[in-house]
């Protein structure tokens, strides 16, 4: 069996609202989700606050280990918005105007009062960047190298993932199965274990419920090989039928 | 102005199925609310896969520099839940049954089929800790010294977080109060900025939307000081409403 190469991503959420419980994120799961499309992991995450020194910390470390760095958060106008300018540091470059963002929001600030100081700080990127542009959206994020820097407002993230699909370099998507079942997880620990452990390349996650006054789980099988996800899940439906479970195909 | 001692805390989230984007995390919100109620701030996060190096590199680095640590998910009974353990090997200690713990268990699991291995293994502690128990669930959490190993289930966690309210050592709540108003956050960053620096010991975050097709933000004011918190907030509201900005007490 041949090991396929794994690309991976990391993510910084930077933001107090994050942290003060405040606002409930909604990047995570759906970068993940476009990350695993793009045949890319996503390995780590991390909240940081919006504070120059946990910013660069997070980012210098995470960069270095990952195929790619996300961030969400912190690219707006006003005085709290300071990722470009930390990811600067991080970078140990300066902060300059992309003049193709000044010339958007030029344009789009014409009839709208004009180009502020305020406004132009959305022009402002680590320099090297190019801009990550959007169909819907006058705000584009910003790539550096391996770093991509995006919106904390989760619909813009999802415009500025949308014009990233299909263009960074990935390996095989995780596949996944899922395996619903009405029995306490614990009753079948060993069943689980045992057939991970018979289909090599495969892992099992269980993920417990209670529900209608019952308790059940959903087994999640992952591969990156569809004859090996097919093969694990069958096996773990037949082993959980044969021991008279209610268990079905599919989360429940 | 005296400066209060701020007390801190981070948080490990621990779960593949987070980082696959199957599972939408609740614990972040839920736990910095409560930490906040308890004068606790929540400084960090990290979310790390089901893998033991991973959790050692976060809970030995988080644990160092706050003053608690807690962690969510991967404390049942099957296979994948490997939390335990991995904090032993953080600190340097063996994993031990607890007795309590297992008492609990066996009476629990006396008319269910008995105590098996792999019910057992919810028993297990890091040698040295307490039980954090709690009404409603028979799974209780863990505590050793300054860390805190918490449910993944959200529901079960928050019965966790219930048994732990008012018991650990805290500073003051950081109070928030929220301005909300119709205006492009770009038209007025610095009137947001120059507030913030009238108003010592105040930040102000500002979170933009678009809604009903029209743009709008609210402005959060956080501050430990109840006083300055108003002072600020105020601040803020009578110079939007004299520039004749729609802005009200409150989120919009």
């Keep these: 069996m041949t090991t396929d190469r794994i690309w991976t991503a990391a993510l910084v959420v930077i933001g107090d609202e994050i942290l003060s419980g405040r606002t409930q994120d909604r990047n995570v799961s759906q970068i993940a989700l476009w990350l695993n499309l793009q045949g890319i992991r996503l390995a780590e995450v991390r909240v940081v606050p919006d504070r120059t020194d946990a910013i660069v910390e997070a980012v210098n470390m995470l960069r270095a280990r990952n195929d790619y760095l996300f961030t969400t958060g912190g690219i707006g106008p006003t005085h709290d918005d300071i990722t470009v300018d930390a990811i600067a540091v991080a970078l140990g470059v300066a902060v300059v105007v992309h003049p193709r963002a000044r010339a958007m929001l030029d344009a789009y600030y014409k009839t709208r009062g004009g180009l502020t100081e305020a406004r132009l700080r959305m022009a402002r990127v680590p320099e090297g960047a190019e801009l990550i542009e ?119």
């Excluded at 417990?208 to 308790?215: A, H, Q, T, Y």
Aim: net charge negative; charged share 20%; proline share 5%.
């Design 134 to 252: 959007n169909r819907m959206s006058g705000a584009p994020g910003i790539r550096h190298g391996n770093i991509f820097i995006m919106a904390g407002v989760p619909h813009i993230t999802a415009m500025m993932l949308d014009s990233l699909s299909g263009k960074l370099e990935g390996g095989k998507p995780l596949l996944s199965t899922t395996i619903g079942c009405w029995v306490a997880e614990s009753e079948i620990a060993d069943l689980l274990a045992d057939t991970e452990r018979a289909h090599p390349g495969c892992q099992i996650g269980s993920y417990p419920f209670f529900r209608e006054g019952r308790v059940g789980a959903n087994f999640v099988v992952r591969s990156t090989r569809p004859e090996a996800l097919r093969a694990c899940g069958d096996a773990l439906l037949s082993a959980l039928l044969a021991e008279g479970r209610e268990a079905v195909a599919g989360e429940v």
